[in-house]
């Protein structure tokens, strides 16, 4: 087992390298994860010119690091959706995930994509004695128009659960094999799909001009940003926008005990499972353990050790620990993606943000909403996911994100971890304060440090060390870091600001110097 493997990790996706020179087209789309391919497919389908920048390679985002649930039985649940949204709006986010799943089902058929598509029930069952939510959800559920019934007793027999709802045709698949063949159809369509081209800057006018780092741009009638959260947004639309770390491992299970299956609790926070087919043994999967980014357990391995003991607690049957692996999930305050056109800008300047949990169904409506959007249709679901939208049910989780954000800028008051940075172990890391101003230092396994301004360049909050990933990590809007600084999740869009070993080199010989005072 290693650290941050998952089993998707077999497939590699490389492209035609970056953009090598400056481009103009009629729609620019940044993000190369399940909602960029969609909205570039759906678009360069109908003969509309697309060019899709993305930073790293495709689905080196939060799309490769997924469990792969494809659901219409949503998580934040209809019941909570019914009352934020009322039933029209529940009924028609049963209708627009019902439609994604549609869609990739089709797609796979269409281009022949062998990602191990198949369509399997899920069950949703209590946690404790939470019966009550299972009523609550059965009823809401039925009026959303989902297909859904009570079974009682225990399902699964090799997964102790109690009472279910259960959901016909929810699906699974792999999702970088299928990102992968989506886009090579979307290329054929002709879409120019350019990887290791991170944007910059996004200037919003009657032409959009999209500027990435290596000094090129894409002038385009239309941008879509579909990179979860949004990179050209400081601060209004990241108050609704709430970052969580969710944590995922699988357990070898004997060949042929669990057919596959979804399924997933009522706990705060939830958990989730799936069953994956495999040759010699198959694969129980289990995630949940969710927290905001930054904000974790002290102990790295609490999550897992955690989802550890409730997977072997209703699943006895459960073998060795195959893989463990984190993922980021962007959590709209009122429980639904936010897609559409980006408030206060021209009507060309479109987003996909906020997974909510299930982010392959909405990153593949959203491209389906867009595409209608952009070529001037009317869409039933525009209303609903528009990012300009108030919901009066959401006010009090709106208030309890903003005022837990805030409260993270309260580590400026706090000492450095440590004086000096060569008080940092090797494998550690911690935050120094020098002057006004702190340092991110990790001092890694071989006794390199690297060091970097801990001033998220978002907005000034103080990053926080991930010892699970080795990562960097703001508590505020959830922008992630690698040990030298470089942006891993957004909404931060620039790396954190360097510090020399010049810098270290001074900063120890004035601290000896005052401790020799």
């Not at 940044?30 to 003969?47: C, D, M, Q, S």
């Not at 939830?270 to 999967?285: C, F, K, P, S, T």
């Amino acid at each position: 087992m290693t650290d941050q493997q998952t089993p998707w990790d077999d497939i590699a996706i490389h492209f035609d390298g970056s953009m090598n020179r400056s481009l103009s087209t009629e729609v620019c789309v940044v993000g190369g994860g399940i909602a960029g391919l969609t909205t570039a497919y759906a678009l360069a389908r109908e003969h509309v010119p697309v060019v899709l920048l993305e930073a790293d390679q495709i689905g080196a985002g939060e799309t490769g690091r997924t469990s792969a649930h494809l659901a219409n039985a949503l998580d934040d649940r209809f019941h909570r959706l019914e009352r934020l949204h009322g039933r029209d709006g529940a009924r028609l986010a049963a209708e627009s995930h019902t439609a994604a799943i549609d869609l990739i089902a089709t797609i796979c058929q269409r281009h022949d994509i062998a990602c191990d598509f198949r369509h399997v029930d899920g069950f949703l069952f209590a946690h404790g004695d939470r019966d009550d939510e299972i009523h609550d959800e059965f009823i809401a559920a039925q009026r959303a128009g989902l297909a859904v019934e009570v079974v009682r007793g225990q399902p699964l027999p090799w997964l102790r659960t109690g009472q279910c709802l259960r959901f016909p045709r929810q699906a699974q698949f792999h999702p970088l094999r299928y990102v992968r063949g989506l886009a090579r159809a979307a290329k054929e369509f002709g879409a120019q799909i350019f990887t290791g081209t991170r944007v910059s800057r996004i200037v919003d006018g009657e032409l959009v001009e999209i500027h990435t780092e290596q000094g090129l741009q894409v002038i385009a009638k239309h941008v879509v940003v579909a990179t979860n959260v949004p990179i050209h947004d400081r601060v209004r639309l990241q108050t609704s926008l709430e970052a969580y770390r969710t944590y995922v491992i699988t357990l070898a299970l004997p060949r042929g005990l669990a057919e596959p299956v979804l399924a997933w609790d009522t706990d705060e926070p939830y958990h989730y499972v799936r069953v994956i087919a495999g040759e010699g043994h198959d694969l129980l999967m289990v995630g949940g353990e969710d927290h905001k980014t930054g904000q974790g357990p002290d102990e790295p391995d609490l999550p897992y050790a955690r989802l550890e003991a409730w997977a072997r607690e209703r699943a006895s049957a459960c073998g060795a620990v195959v893989h463990r692996w984190s993922g980021q999930i962007i959590e709209p305050v009122d429980g639904l993606a936010l897609i559409g056109h980006n408030p206060g800008d021209h009507a060309n300047s479109h987003l996909i943000a906020g997974d909510s949990g299930n982010g392959l169904t909405h990153g593949t409506l959203g491209g389906m909403l867009l595409s209608d959007h952009i070529r001037g249709r009317e869409n039933p679901w525009t209303r609903l996911y528009q990012p300009s939208r108030f919901r009066l049910g959401a006010v009090g989780e709106f208030t309890r994100h903003n005022v837990n954000a805030l409260g993270q800028y309260g580590d400026w008051l706090m000492a450095g971890d440590v004086r000096t940075p060569d008080e940092v172990p090797r494998g550690h890391a911690a935050l120094v304060r020098h002057g006004l101003s702190k340092w991110a230092v990790h001092r890694d396994d071989a006794g390199v440090l690297h060091a970097c301004s801990a001033v998220c360049p978002h907005l000034g909050g103080l990053v926080r060390w991930n010892a699970s990933e080795r990562t960097w990590d703001c508590p505020c809007h959830g922008s992630r870091f690698t040990v030298d600084g470089q942006v891993i999740n957004g909404p931060a869009n620039t790396a954190l600001t360097p510090i020399t070993a010049e810098q270290l080199d001074e900063a120890v010989l004035v601290k000896r110097h005052h401790a020799g005072d």
